[in-house]
């Protein structure tokens, strides 16, 4: 009872004031915008050629105005907003008028589930692992090597980099295809084929995220067990002749792992909206090219939808992981 | 100018220090260009690198290298609105929050917590879809500023918190000194290494984000920025078409900037902080 009382009944709390604060925010935030969205659209059919007379220029005002969710007071719009999230309904997309939002978040949520929920693992392991490795022999020649090559990677910017990699790898030396998330005319059937041909589009976006990710993860791990390193009782382990892999791995890697645990979990919460330039880069249907093409063609409704998804899918992902941190670190207990 | 000597010592503060001279000098460059950025159609359209368009020319009729001093210019004035302004912000809310400390301390954190915590990308995602094109320069940086502040302001927090309980600091209230003063005259001398430090990677973040940003044509794509110009190179297939000089301007000068500004900004907190300091000299 102490542990739900003392541990899970503060943090329960906390997790429901912040998905409570984040999704406020995603409604507050637009609005403070000085900018009217339906006049912008009006505008937009204007800019075709369309002519609007003044009378239905109302009635498509009223029509909007509802499919925006903007009538009424601030607080009625507030309140209708929260009914229909709380229904998991956030009306028609606007581009693809009139299939619901929720129906094209689901169709291509898995795409992008598969291909990050992976490469975010992939990159977190190889990235503390390595830098782990490289942080306790710091001054060894390969150590610094790596280092170097991650100082050279990390501030390129991210589009930037998967546009070389895509360059190089699927243009100049064609090893892999230049985009989509299968070959066209492939049936999406469970066979060898469909999963071959799924596998090999996603390698070279997978390539470029577990690159981009392993080098971050790799720079904060090797800081961390610097740090570590210096402490006592590593000195201690050493002196007393403990066979130096296990004091890596078990004693300096494992302590120093618990501030990227923190990591890896923001970082899955961000799959939610994190893939779009990889997903807009190499044509991979996914949410985030979902995201992408809702930004081109102005569909509000689609891009607050998956905003609201990725506040509650990282306030979530938070909240697990406090929730398994005491599993990790013996030091945090279920007080 | 001992400290400038030190930090010269560094190889990686040697090399950012002479890419950014080189590119603020093609940036100071833009104000002699026989060109008007904005306007198309000026010169032959897609020559290849060559007397005297020693970068090419654009699809647009534009002569790259004098398209691309314009794009240092106005990437940097992003990069310093954002840094300067989100500077401003972190150091008043770190300052309040480590000096105040109890409710105003608790609510300013998890204000700054809740910012960490948003998918900042695609939050301005959201709001540049909406301002659209009136994200010029200057009002994308005081957009980034707006979200670029909490992780310093943490920082910033933090070292307010150690100051405090410090000996000058009961002398200094003892004596009757006030507290903005105490915090001004007493406090950021200490913070503004820290700030140093901070707006430099703030800036190289900035300038990552326009990048992002004007690729997904979410900025004002008249005004010739980095993001910008790669954005016209993207959508005129460049790419396809095999005029790569237009394309790998940008990307090689936004790499470089950024390269530069992070490397300047790694070196700067290595060498403001003590422990790798003492590491450097070879005390252990």
């Known amino acids: 009872m102490s542990f739900i009382r003392g541990y899970l009944l503060p943090r329960a709390i906390q997790y429901v004031l912040v998905t409570f604060l984040g999704l406020t925010a995603a409604f507050v935030l637009p609005r403070l915008m000085p900018i009217n969205p339906i006049q912008q659209r009006i505008a937009q059919y204007q800019s075709f050629g369309v002519y609007i007379p003044p009378e239905q220029r109302d009635v498509m005002i009223r029509t909007l105005k509802e499919l925006y969710g903007l009538e009424g007071t601030l607080f009625e719009q507030y309140i209708a907003f929260w009914k229909r999230l709380l229904r998991g309904d956030f009306g028609p997309s606007l581009a693809q008028f009139p299939t619901p939002v929720m129906e094209l978040v689901s169709r291509h949520l898995p795409w992008t589930l598969g291909l990050l929920a992976l490469t975010t693992l992939l990159g977190w392991v190889f990235g503390t692992i390595v830098g782990g490795v490289a942080g306790y022999y710091a001054r060894s020649r390969w150590a610094k090597i790596l280092d170097g090559i991650a100082m050279l990677v990390r501030p390129i910017p991210y589009y930037i980099l998967s546009l070389l990699l895509l360059l190089l790898l699927a243009y100049v030396f064609p090893i892999f295809p230049l985009g989509g998330g299968a070959a066209v005319g492939v049936q999406l059937a469970l066979n060898l084929q469909t999963i071959w041909s799924i596998l090999r589009h996603a390698a070279l976006p997978a390539l470029t995220l577990i690159i981009a990710g392993g080098v971050t993860h790799f720079q904060a791990m090797k800081l961390i067990v610097q740090g570590v390193r210096a402490e006592d009782y590593v000195t201690y382990a050493k002196a007393a002749g403990i066979d130096e892999r296990r004091v890596v791995f078990r004693y300096v890697i494992r302590n120093a792992m618990l501030p990227t645990v923190t990591q890896l979990g923001l970082s899955f919460g961000f799959v939610f909206s994190g893939a779009l330039i990889t997903e807009m880069v190499f044509a991979y249907p996914g949410i985030g090219w979902v995201l992408y093409n809702a930004v081109m063609n102005g569909d509000y409704n689609l891009i607050m939808a998956i905003a609201c998804i990725s506040v509650v899918a990282i306030t979530t992902s938070v909240f697990i992981l406090d929730l398994l941190y005491p599993l990790v670190d013996p030091r945090v207990r279920y007080r | ?284």
């Open chain 2, 1 to 284: 100018m001992p400290m400038f000597g030190d930090l010269y010592a560094d190889r990686r503060f040697r090399l950012s220090f002479w890419i950014l001279v080189l590119l603020v000098t093609l940036a100071a460059l833009s104000f002699f260009s026989p060109y008007d950025p904005t306007r198309w159609l000026q010169v032959p359209r897609n020559q290849p690198p060559s007397w005297p368009h020693i970068l090419g020319t654009t699809s647009k009729g534009q002569d790259v290298l004098w398209e691309a001093t314009f794009a240092i210019r106005n990437s940097l004035v992003v990069a310093i609105i954002a840094g300067v302004v989100s500077r401003i912000i972190a150091t008043l809310i770190g300052m309040t929050a480590g000096y105040k400390g109890g409710l105003i301390d608790r609510v300013l954190m998890s204000v700054s917590d809740g910012m960490l915590v948003i998918p900042l990308f695609l939050v301005l995602i959201l709001l540049a879809s909406l301002l659209r094109g009136r994200l010029n320069p200057v009002n994308l940086g005081l957009l980034l500023a707006l979200f670029g502040w909490a992780w310093d302001a943490r920082t910033i927090r933090s070292q307010i918190l150690s100051l405090r309980e410090r000996e000058f600091t009961y002398t200094a209230i003892l004596s009757g000194m006030r507290t903005l003063r105490l915090i001004f005259r007493e406090y950021l001398p200490f913070v503004i290494p820290l700030i140093l430090s901070t707006f430099i990677g703030n800036m190289a973040w900035a300038i990552s984000l326009e990048v992002t940003l004007a690729i997904l044509g979410l900025t004002n794509l008249d005004i010739p920025t980095l993001g910008t110009s790669l954005h016209w190179a993207m959508s005129y297939q460049a790419l396809l078409l095999g005029y790569f000089w237009w394309v790998m301007t940008p990307v090689a000068l936004a790499v470089l900037l950024i390269s530069g500004l992070y490397w300047l900004s790694v070196s700067l907190s290595e060498y403001l902080d003590p422990r790798t300091r003492f590491q450097r000299i070879g005390v252990k």
